[in-house]
């Protein structure tokens, strides 16, 4: 039998508490994302340069999307005033203190709406916005004077421009000319990559916005899109869709809305893509966590019929 020094037992005890300790890091490292118990824990942890987590808030009709990637934090909209306090409340669950970009991509309210109050509650450190001088509301012209005098760090969205967050880059890319009367058309055009991964977010911009895209042989192709205008026949043209060629789209928009969001037209192309399609009015807040490589969802998928369809099925 061999005996041992007491000096060579140590380092024998040392040397199994390192494997042991090895191989538990490796059996984490490996471990999936947990799905189901995803909520306030896993949304923080995952906040790191392998993940970026996408969360499509259900805030009624309207846009807020928030993108989260190694600790850094980008807003996209905030939907109308009514939305103010499911942000809110959302940002104190997930313990979220300070935004470090918010791209507000055009002076509808249902985009901007809440902005005003957003700003007097939580910190944002860089404002992306169009400039409009057109056609704007009252309101609009409050929040930029408001923006002005508090001394708020306020950039004009400008096409090539790129902001990041950890690896994900955002690079606008659109609208490339001066719009036309249509507030939507200012829509700041999105492109978010991360690895492989591309999330393509159009704000409400219409068709002639898209056709500009389409001529100008940008590479549109993304694995995720936001669904233009809700859903609105106004956009999602048969030829943008081919070009973005994605597998997955987002909807957000309110059961019962009055502009009757997502139509048919929109519905049905994306069913004959074989997009599937995650729609807020659905699935309420839609989670999506993305790899370099994939995207998992942290909902059902949502189903193909119009806004009124399934106004008519839930109330069925
Ligand atoms: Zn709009
Ligand atoms: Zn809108």
């Not at 978010?192 to 549109?220: W, Y």
Request: with cysteine; proline share 3%.
């Amino acid at each position: 039998m061999i005996t041992l020094s007491k000096r060579q037992k140590r380092i024998l005890i040392i040397l199994l508490i390192a494997v042991v300790l090895f191989f538990l890091i490796q059996k984490l490292a490996e471990s999936e994302p947990t799905t189901v118990s995803f909520g306030n824990i896993y949304y923080v942890d995952s906040a790191d340069s392998e993940h970026l987590l996408v969360t499509m808030l259900d805030i009624g009709q309207g846009d807020a999307f928030l993108l989260e990637c190694n600790g850094k934090l980008a807003m996209v909209d905030c939907g109308p005033p009514e939305a103010l306090e499911t942000i809110l409340s959302y940002f104190d669950v997930h313990g979220i203190k300070k935004i470090d970009y918010f791209f507000g991509t055009h002076p509808h309210d249902d985009h901007l709406g809440s902005l005003s109050e957003l700003i007097d509650n939580i910190e944002i450190e860089t404002i992306v916005i169009p400039e409009v001088t057109v056609n704007v509301s009252p309101w609009y012209t409050d929040l930029t004077e408001k923006l002005a005098d508090e001394d708020y760090y306020v950039e004009i969205a400008s096409v090539g421009n790129r902001y990041f967050l950890g690896d994900t880059v955002i690079e606008i890319i659109g609208p490339l000319s001066e719009p036309s009367e249509d507030l939507n058309d200012y829509s700041i055009v999105m492109k978010v990559s991360f690895g492989e991964m591309d999330l393509l977010m159009t704000g409400d911009a219409t068709t002639s916005v898209e056709k500009e895209l389409l001529n100008a042989n940008i590479n549109l192709e993304a694995k995720i899109l936001k669904v233009g205008h809700h859903g609105s026949k106004t956009s999602t043209s048969a030829k943008f869709l081919k070009a973005v060629n994605p597998d997955y789209a987002l909807i957000s928009c309110k059961v019962g809305n009055r502009y009757k969001h997502p139509t048919k037209e929109v519905m049905d192309r994306l069913f004959e893509n074989n997009v599937t399609v995650y729609r807020t009015d659905e699935c309420g807040t839609v989670h999506l966590i993305i790899t370099k490589t994939d995207v998992t969802f942290c909902v059902e998928e949502g189903d193909y019929l119009s806004g009124p369809e399934l106004e008519e099925k839930l109330n069925g």
